[in-house]
């Protein structure tokens, strides 16, 4: 599975952004996904989660109640809505694919497909 992550940029802090990732092919929907980031010097984090029919998401602590997961099957997408967004938010976003298991995981070890990264940076 081959992930394009897109969608990121800079925004001034308190503002909102959406980065979004395309999955190349239909097992896409078979699918969780799950979103990381990685600041500058700082090891790659979790962020949230879906399951593959969207029925189930996990949020890490960070970012509950300001970052929304979603996904379009219809156009093998998920996508991770940003809202008052924080200079700390600074970080390259990762999308990620597992090979289609029953748990929804929040550790990089277990997700197998990884998009390149696309970078936020929040202003102050």
Do not use: H
């Amino acid at each position: 599975v081959q992930l394009q992550a897109f969608g990121g940029g800079l925004v001034q802090a308190g503002g909102s952004l959406r980065v979004s990732c395309a999955a190349s092919e239909r097992t896409f929907i078979k699918r969780n996904m799950a979103w990381f980031r990685q600041a500058s010097g700082q090891e790659r984090a979790f962020l949230a989660a879906i399951n593959w029919s969207g029925g189930r998401t996990f949020y890490a602590d960070s970012v509950k109640g300001r970052f929304t997961i979603s996904r379009d099957n219809a156009k093998n997408t998920v996508s991770l809505q940003m809202n008052s967004l924080k200079p700390e938010d600074t970080a390259v976003y990762y999308c990620a694919a597992d090979d289609g298991t029953w748990v929804l995981g929040v550790s990089e070890n277990e997700y197998a497909y990884w998009g390149q990264g696309t970078e936020v940076t929040v202003s102050s």
